[in-house]
């Protein structure tokens, strides 16, 4: 068998060999960061998208939570005058029942 004879090494052509490497690297490396680039171009609009969803849905909570307290604020006020109707009631069928002498 016939041995091929081994082409010399020089510094110019393992430099150049090296140049290649990192050019065919440094060309991998922009594609990647473009790829990353657009991306983070897309999570950034999505992440606009759901603060812009949530401020709007926490607007229309805050309306709803007025909407309720102004409720709220209504019944308790209704409470309590029946609260005070029942009681003055109360005390008049006591004073009643005091004149008619009914025990209690």
């Not at 308790?76 to 008049?92: C, G, H, Q």
């Amino acid at each position: 068998m016939k041995k091929k004879p081994l082409k010399k090494m020089t510094l110019d052509k393992l430099g150049q060999m090296s140049q290649r490497e990192f050019l065919s690297i440094h060309e991998e490396m922009g594609e990647f960061r473009e790829e990353v680039k657009g991306e983070f171009g897309r999570v950034h609009e999505d992440i606009q998208i759901l603060r812009r969803d949530t401020e709007a849905g926490f607007g229309t909570l805050a309306e709803i939570l007025k909407s309720v307290r102004a409720d709220l604020k209504d019944i308790k006020s209704d409470v309590a005058t029946v609260n005070e109707d029942y009681r003055e009631l109360r005390i008049r069928v006591e004073r009643l029942e005091k004149k008619v002498g009914l025990p209690r």
